[in-house]
């Protein structure tokens, strides 16, 4: 495999829309370009992460229109047909999260920006090897020519770093994203996809990204960068260099490279543009950003807990405390990862096994199973059914 090509560029502090756009340019262009992806006249689908709606535009939790924007220019310049496309969080209304971040703006001024949950549904094959066989998407993802994917660069609550590859789970439905979490792992759920639809280039945007609760709550971080290269592994690793996370703490992307999908041994990335040692910083992880004050409550993390229960639990307590259900934390033991046994002063009433790990002691407590599980299946089963709600959905989640 040639070495990957990935570019690092800075802009002024707080840039404007035009700054935006020129630093996309000069990304796209030191990383090899868009040239031969894809011919004049072809569909060009622009992937943002537009996740939920944010607290604020510029707080790091979605993609900015500024750089989507900047894609767009770079598409219709070699006569593609650039569409900015996504479907966000299941149960969230995409249209809502459109008109919050400002992308009616992009179709006010022409640009073709698509709810895909109004889409037709199409299958897909994924190649051999993978978790899956065939793949839920929409017909527009199908038809594309190219993909690219336009993420936010932040943590994230069930990974350690949500970027280009993690950001393709927009292009299927509800349901599926579901499945991720329920019947598959997401971090071999995510490369299956990522093998059935071809990305062709990333474009992250770390003008402002975020830290710690992510992918919505957490610390807007203002980076001022955008990173930017046809191999979506590759870029990932050298973003989540940036972050101070470490390869083998990147799940996803280690697993898409053991497919032969990408590179993620930095030492085989040629980076062009800054240094990225002298850019670099530590990111608050989610695991960091919980504060647990209730005495009665156990959580165990058993040996081989993967990030993904971890931070889904902690995020898990934090939707707990910020929908003032802390009363339900007393007397409950929580437990992710290999369990074997459950410790003999365990109240089985107040045991929650959480994770496919702990499915085989599942008759001794409530389990919830997943991949890791979704927040609010965690939540429910910590307080009880009806009394908490999604954090960030807009219309019904059911298991």
């Not at 072809?42 to 500024?66: F, M, S, W």
């Not at 990333?202 to 710690?212: S, T, W």
């Amino acid at each position: 495999m040639r070495e990957p090509v990935v570019s690092v560029i800075k802009t002024e502090p707080e840039p404007d829309e035009q700054q935006i756009i020129q630093a996309v340019r000069e990304a796209v262009e030191l990383a090899g370009g868009l040239e031969g992806l894809f011919k004049p006249g072809d569909l060009v689908l622009i992937n943002p992460n537009l996740v939920a709606v944010p607290p604020q535009r510029r707080g790091g939790a979605v993609t900015l229109k500024e750089v989507c924007k900047g894609v767009a220019v770079l598409v219709e310049e070699l006569g593609g047909k650039p569409v900015i496309a996504e479907s966000s969080a299941a149960g969230v209304d995409t249209e809502k999260v459109i008109e919050a971040t400002g992308y009616q703006d992009l179709r006010d001024e022409g640009y073709e920006v698509v709810d895909l949950k109004k889409d037709k549904t199409v299958t897909m094959k994924v190649p051999a090897g993978y978790v899956l066989e065939e793949i839920t998407t929409f017909e527009l993802v199908q038809k594309a020519a190219a993909i690219i994917s336009v993420p936010v660069m932040k943590t994230h609550d069930q990974a350690e770093a949500s970027m280009s590859i993690k950001n393709l789970k927009g292009l299927i439905p509800d349901e599926l994203k579901k499945d991720f979490h329920r019947a598959y792992s997401i971090f071999e759920g995510v490369p299956a996809l990522m093998a059935a639809l071809k990305p062709s280039f990333a474009v992250v945007d770390a003008i402002v990204a975020q830290e710690g609760l992510g992918p919505i709550f957490g610390l807007p971080v203002g980076m001022n960068t955008i990173v930017a290269g046809r191999d979506l592994v590759a870029v990932d690793s050298i973003s989540c260099q940036l972050m101070d996370i470490a390869e083998d703490e990147m799940f996803m992307e280690k697993n898409a490279a053991d497919k032969g999908l990408g590179v993620i041994d930095r030492s085989r990335i040629k980076v062009i543009g800054e240094d990225v040692a002298a850019l670099s910083r530590r990111f608050m992880r989610a695991v960091d950003h919980v504060i647990i004050e209730e005495p009665t409550f156990n959580l165990l993390f058993e040996e081989g807990t993967c990030t993904g229960c971890r931070n889904t639990v902690l995020s898990s307590l934090v939707d707990i405390k910020n929908d003032n259900l802390q009363e339900y934390l007393k007397n409950k033991t929580v437990i992710a990862g290999q369990c074997n046994s459950v410790p003999d002063d365990v109240d089985p009433e107040g045991l929650i096994l959480v994770g496919v790990c702990t499915r085989d002691m599942k008759a001794n407590g409530k389990y919830v199973k997943g991949c890791p599980p979704n927040n609010i299946w965690v939540v429910q089963a910590i307080v009880g059914e009806g009394k908490a709600k999604r954090q960030y959905a807009t219309e019904d989640i059911d298991d």
